[in-house]
């Protein structure tokens, strides 16, 4: 029995080594979460500047994207089976941790 723990929880541990996410991956996942919080945003709240602004972020995505990173910082703390990412921009800041090229960030990616 104590055997077949120990080699699952090698296993896991080599599967977390293997699948530890990279800066590209928190970057796409990154992008995914700001287009999802564009478009969730409704256009008729905030004054017509803001709507102005969403809803050029709804007509280029990527370019609203690319806006939106230049004041973001990503930083990356490779733990060798889990990545620590430390972002900060526009008042806020965030931690999320990746294991298994997922993602886990307590206040959310877009911090709070």
């Given at each position: ?30 992008k ?17 500047l ?7 972020c ?23 089976l ?12 965030a ?18």
């Amino acid at each position: 029995m104590f055997k077949f723990l120990l080699g699952m929880l090698t296993m896991a541990a080599i599967g977390a080594w293997l699948t530890n996410p990279s800066m590209e991956d928190a970057e796409a996942e990154l992008k995914r979460q700001v287009i999802a919080a564009v478009d969730s945003q409704s256009l008729g709240t905030g004054s017509g500047l803001d709507a102005a602004a969403l809803l050029a972020c709804r007509v280029d995505r990527d370019g609203c994207y690319s806006l939106v990173r230049t004041g973001i910082d990503i930083t990356r703390d490779n733990r060798q089976l889990y990545s620590r990412f430390d972002l900060e921009g526009f008042g806020r800041s965030a931690t999320c941790y990746g294991l298994y090229t997922g993602f886990w960030c307590p206040r959310g990616m877009l911090g709070g």
